[in-house]
């Protein structure tokens, strides 16, 4: 028994250090495959300080007319956008590279490289790739959510900081999950026409406090496309002002949404391998 | 035990059916009609650990199919699959560590960056340290006769380079059943002589079974002792590639030389008269008989030259394969 346990945990950290030892592999490579464009960095530094210089001459002109949104002071709607850009960078860095490919992946057959990796395949077409010139965007992100709540006054503790970083991941895993399903159903459509790219532009939402939108937008941002989960939340528990629901359904959502995409992946390759020619 | 062991195996597509044009658009677009396409019928196949053999039918034969069951991509709808002891359908990763599939048409080295980084990744993958990776790859290269190519951008490579590095990707965690799908795809003719001596060479040397299709019947006659034949998802040859052409090809062509024509009937007692021009006379002779006939037709005209020919095997399979269209 002990034997087994021990043979167990053996097996499962040389699993573990295989997958490591990918990830690094994958990553090396294709930080060396991005460098091979290094006027990217320019343009993509240019593209997101324009990006976020438009989003808050657009948040000004709410503040300048004194609507204020929803309750929330300037600042603290600074520390949202902040969250937003974060969450963008890491959209650029890991996620729009990764899944998009998966359509390319399904209309040239390249899937079946993938399927035939003593590795899981949905580790694989999730971190096979990253692209560093979404890094500014979160550095440009990460400044903005200080200052914003340096301007808010906010005196966050430890504990406050760890648990924005947790619901940041939460947020993370969640957009994640929804934006591998959709990708995943490229097996069916074929063309998945740039319904990846409908989801992101509903993520822009998420640049403002939820409590912004009218009643009814507010509820499809929460229970249909968890946006709130994304921005809001996470700059709340920075402000000290969430509340244990929110930051419970936030950790509760991601898990769910992670698990379905999990299971819809399965069934998924279940359909590809006994339709595909 | 055989290393692959194929029992009733079958596989049945679903495809829809459409009718051209608008109306048939629209129809197609409202209720689809379906039909079911036997891509695979009953087919049962046993290769011997080390074998080399060659998987021939014209497209849409079924043989890119079998391949995929056999390598666990798809489902069978029926029989049974034994490839290294393992069910392929379950893609279990001690299954995977001991096969490859090379596909003529699709590639998988990272177009970017020169293979060894796409070696690399490889060697992480499948658990090879660096140390052995390092050695597998100075071997493989030599094997190949690769050098600075394994450090240029792959999107540089010609063809034929880029078709060695991703044999050189596909063999790193060195398996024991390869499946190749046209591996000489669009080579030319040097590379594809290149690519099959290192195909012969690495069997030899690993003892590892190969499995492959080609359109390339020179591929087939270099390296295989053992053909399937595949038609209409139907297996209806295995065995030797002489065997084959002894099979369908029972006769040898006499051409024969004369130094005065002659009229046509003369030869009918010798075999059947395939054409005549001239001094040049074409006959068809039953292998059996070839030697008899041919010293009779020496000792009885005035022969200038003779040449013996079996007709080339992609005829004979051509003329097969015609023959069961008809019927």
Known sequence: MLGDAMFGSKMFRRTVVRYWRSLRSFWGAALAAEMEYQINLLIELLATGGNLAGSLFVLSLFYRSGHGLGGWSWEAALVVLGMYTVLDGIASTL????????????????????????????????????SPWGLPGIVLGLVLVVVGAILAGATPSLQDVLLTGLMLICGCLILYSLWFILAATSIWFVKVWNATEVLRSFLAA?????????????????????????????????????????????????????????WFWT??????????? | MAIVDVRGLSKTFRVADKQPGLGGTLRHFVQRRHRLVPAVQDINIS????????????????????LKMLTGLIHPSAGSVRVAGHEPFRRQADFLRQITLVMGQKQQLIWDLPPLDSLRVHAAVYGIDTAESKRRITELADMLELDEELTRPVRKLSLGQRMKAELMAALLHQPAVLFLDEPTLGLDVNAQVRVRSFLADYNRRTGATVLLTSHYMGDI??????????????????????????????????????????PAQMFESYGSLESQNGNEVRLLIERDQLTRQVGRLLADFDVCDLEVNDPPVEEIIGQLFRQRDAT
């Open chain 1, 95 to 130: 996620l729009q590279p990764n899944l998009s490919t998966i359509v390319g992946h399904v209309q040239n057959g390249s899937l079946d490289y993938v399927l035939l990796k003593p590795i899981d395949s949905q580790f694989w077409l999730s971190l096979r790739t990253f």
């Open chain 1, 267 to 277: 069934f998924a390759l279940r359909f590809y391998t006994s339709a595909s020619s």
């Open chain 1, 206 to 262: 998420g640049r403002y406090p939820i409590s912004a939108y009218p009643i009814g937008l507010r509820l499809f941002f929460t229970v249909v496309l968890p946006v709130a989960f994304l921005t809001t939340v996470p700059a709340e528990a920075l402000l000290g002002r969430a509340s244990f629901s929110w930051l419970a359904a936030s950790g509760l959502v991601a898990i769910l949404s992670l698990l379905a995409s999990r």
């Open chain 2, 221 to 262: 006659t270099a390296l295989c002792e053992r053909v399937l034949l595949i038609h209409q998802g139907r297996l209806f040859y295995d065995g030797s590639l002489e065997g084959l052409t002894d099979r369908l090809a029972p006769c040898r062509q006499v051409r024969l030389e004369l130094r005065h024509a002659l």
């Open chain 2, 47 to 66: 290769i011997e650990a080390g074998e080399i053999v060659g998987f021939l039918g014209p497209n849409g034969a079924g043989k890119t199919t079998t």
